[in-house]
Every structure is written in C-alpha cells, then in structure tokens.
C-alpha cells in the first residue's frame, strides 16, 4: 500500500540523533515486597524508555558494598547494605537519550519529602531509608554500576517499530 504523506510516518529528524544512554535501576526489597515492580517497570515504559536487561535475584552482601562503596562511613550506610540485601531486588538497565537525568527524575529526589509529586519517591515514599528505587547518578557511574550487575552477554540491543516515534 502506497503510504500519504499524512499516513502517520514518523517524519525522519534533520538533527544530529541524540546518542542513547544506559542507566542501572534498581527496584529495592520495599518496591518488591509492596507489589509495585509492575507500576514502577509502567512508568519507566511510559515515559518512552526501552529495557535492556532485567533480573530479579537477591543481593549478596559484597555486591551490596561494593554497589555503595562511596558511601562506607557515612551513617546510614550499616542501615543500607542491611536494607538492600534484605530481600530480593529487581535488577535492570534502561536505555534511551538522557536516560540518566530522565530516570533520576522519574524516580525523584532522594528524600521522598523532596521528591516533586508525580515521582515515585514522591507518590511512594515517605523515609529515605525506604525510597524504593537506585538510579545511577552520571555516566562514569552508569557503566560501572551496569558492569557490576550485569555480563555483557545479559544485555539486549533490540529496537522497537514505535521508537521514531520516541527518539527523535
Ligand atoms: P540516591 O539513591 O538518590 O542516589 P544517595 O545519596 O546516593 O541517593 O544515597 C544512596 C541511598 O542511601 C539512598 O537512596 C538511600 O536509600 C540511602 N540514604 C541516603 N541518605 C540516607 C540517610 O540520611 N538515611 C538513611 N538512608 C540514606
Ligand atoms: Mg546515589
């Protein structure tokens, strides 16, 4: 069939594509054990972000340290390897342009008091020791968290017939 220029083609982008990045998030023992992996995976879904690699598994301790290593001797930290390996975890990496500003946003600030309504730490939390979700924070920390969780092997490079019509 011989498409019309109104035949809903997503039109092809002059600009320079905007190269896709790869975020780490985790799903922490609280989104698991309240039941709202499925409404967390729905948002990130939403938003346009593709899914690249996923487990579900529970979490040793030395990957826990290793994991929050930059926060060894801060207060919370005994409290945090103790939170995060207290029950199984999602596991996954994220892709898209900005995937790690657009996922820290979606999952809001780190204090669920500061997070802007319509984030998950916002709509889901109320503790910071219970804030649900990890996103990784810059680039440098991107690939070495995914790395840490992930073979390369687990990840997926897939596409979707929507993305021209996420990824301009
Ligand atoms: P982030 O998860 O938003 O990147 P970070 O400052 O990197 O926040 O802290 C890592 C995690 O440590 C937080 O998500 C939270 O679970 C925990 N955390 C941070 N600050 C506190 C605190 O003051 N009390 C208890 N837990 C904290
Ligand atoms: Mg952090």
């Not at 594509?17 to 998030?25: F, Y």
Request: proline share 7%; net charge negative.
């Amino acid at each position: 069939m011989v498409r019309s220029p109104n035949s809903g083609t997503p039109p092809s982008s002059n600009l320079v594509e905007e190269p896709l990045e790869r975020t780490l998030v985790l799903l922490k023992p609280d989104s698991v054990q309240r039941g709202l992996m499925g409404e967390i995976i729905h948002r990130l879904e939403r938003r346009g972000l593709r899914l690249v690699a996923a487990k579900f598994m529970q979490v040793k301790p030395s990957l826990a340290e290793e994991h929050y290593a930059i926060h060894k001797g801060k207060p919370f930290y005994d409290g945090l390897i103790a939170y995060i390996t207290s029950a199984p975890v999602m596991a996954m990496v994220w892709e898209g342009p900005n995937a790690i500003k657009a996922v820290r946003q979606t999952m809001g600030a780190t204090r669920p008091t500061e997070a802007s309504p319509g984030s998950i730490r916002h709509d889901f939390g109320l503790e910071v020791g219970r804030n649900l979700t990890h996103a990784s924070d810059a680039a440098e920390t991107a690939a070495t968290e995914i790395a840490l969780w992930f073979k390369d092997d687990e990840l997926v490079s897939w596409s979707r017939s929507i993305d021209d019509w996420i990824f301009e």
